[in-house]
């Protein structure tokens, strides 16, 4: 079932979702709030963009224009809509599109930032996939790999362009490793915890392109107090 929710607290924004589907998580407004956007970034793409919650808090940031790529029409139509109902169809541009053929039309150095949350899982004859195809494609490596993400953004970046991504604390050292084999400095990196009692579940990521070693390591984000509410560091981003 379609349903229009609120984003949050972000500028009375709305977004379109599908409650058969896999609506958008908190992860991708922490990535969203998360990579550094400053005055001198003119565009900036989001892969696998889903319903477009990234795209939509980044406008509460940037005036640049941003590039949204869904692979899956359903999801794309979504996020068509959810641009349209707010009004910013003259900032975001959704296409869709497999991101491994669309990146070869680009030349390069096209993009100041790239954001993704990408499939978390890989994919092997262990793996136990969710029934729903969008959730396979959204959750498994089945559609795009690490490694090709980090290819990609290898080309479409601008010199000291930006990665950032969000994914599973045991994929930290691949994460590392395939920025690194395509010329992305891991330059910050965040540890999410669902509770300060409970191990890390998330991490944000940030790599620049040709840059200098050197990793910042942000203060710990907590996103639940003990009761299972929303921390006041997660509250705090929400109004941001």
């Known amino acids: 079932?379609?349903?229009?929710?609120?984003?949050?607290?972000?500028?009375?924004?709305?977004?379109?979702?599908?409650t058969d589907m896999f609506c958008f998580s908190l992860d991708?407004?922490?990535?969203?709030?998360?990579?550094?956007?400053?005055?001198?970034?003119?565009?900036?793409?989001?892969?696998?963009?889903?319903?477009?919650p990234i795209p939509l808090v980044l406008t509460t940031k940037t005036n640049a224009n941003i590039t949204g790529v869904e692979i899956q029409k359903d999801v794309y139509n979504l996020a068509i809509d959810s641009v349209k109902y707010n009004k910013l169809e003259n900032q975001i541009k959704i296409i869709n599109s497999d991101i491994n053929n669309l990146y070869k039309d680009y030349e390069s150095d096209s993009f100041d930032v790239i954001t993704c949350n990408p499939p978390y899982f890989k994919v092997n004859d262990k793996t136990k996939q969710n029934i729903s195809e969008y959730k396979k494609i959204a959750r498994h490596e089945i559609t795009l790999k690490l490694e090709d993400l980090c290819k990609i953004s290898k080309k479409l970046l601008k010199n000291n362009g930006i990665l950032a991504i969000v994914h599973r604390p045991d994929r930290m050292v691949e994460i590392f490793e395939c920025m690194k084999m395509n010329n992305i400095e891991p330059k910050k990196i965040q540890f999410i915890y669902p509770k300060k009692s409970e191990n890390c579940n998330l991490i944000l990521v940030e790599g620049t392109k040709n840059g200098k070693?050197?990793?910042?390591?942000?203060?710990?984000?907590?996103?639940?107090?003990?009761?299972?509410n929303y921390s006041e560091q997660v509250l705090k981003t929400f109004r941001e």
């Open 1 to 18: 079932m379609i349903v229009l929710n609120d984003l949050l607290d972000y500028k009375g924004y709305k977004i379109y979702q599908d």
């Open 28 to 52: 991708s407004i922490l990535l969203a709030n998360f990579v550094t956007i400053n005055q001198n970034i003119n565009s900036i793409m989001d892969i696998g963009c889903g319903n477009a």
């Open 213 to 228: 070693a050197g990793i910042k390591i942000l203060e710990p984000l907590i996103v639940h107090d003990e009761g299972g």
